[in-house]
């Protein structure tokens, strides 16, 4: 149990520090990094000790974020979240890179709450 919560941290880390680079590759400066784990937004944020394979994780990001960047990190739950989930879900079922521009209609239900 305890291995399968320390993998699942870690790819949260994996998702900050990807979505980080994404948003340095289209030039983004000001991000919003929002996730339902909350031992990695407090590892991210300092508050809480990662283990060594986490720490490196935690390095790259920090290494990530450039000086003229603002990234704000923060827990919301996973209810408050749905449409990151269902999209999540919907990926899955992609065999390729897509870029999504328009609301997938298997997700606009969330969108219009």
Same mark, same amino acid.
């Given at each position: 149990m305890q291995t399968e919560i320390l993998l699942i941290i &870690?790819? $949260? @880390?994996?998702?900050? @520090?990807h979505g980080i680079n994404l948003a340095k590759e289209k030039w983004y400066r000001n991000l919003e990094?929002?996730?339902?784990?909350?031992?990695?937004? &407090?590892?991210? $944020?300092g508050l809480a000790n990662p283990n060594q394979h986490e720490k490196l994780i935690l390095d790259a990001i920090q290494a990530s974020i450039m000086p003229a960047m603002t990234v704000q990190f923060s827990h919301v739950y996973r209810e408050c979240n749905k449409v990151a989930d269902l999209l999540a879900k @919907?990926?899955?079922?992609?065999t390729n890179s897509v870029w999504i521009e328009e609301v997938p209609s298997q997700i606009q239900h969330a969108v219009d709450i």
């Open positions: &870690q790819s $949260k @880390l994996w998702g900050m @520090l990094i929002h996730s339902h784990a909350n031992d990695a937004i &407090q590892m991210v $944020k @919907l990926a899955f079922s992609f």
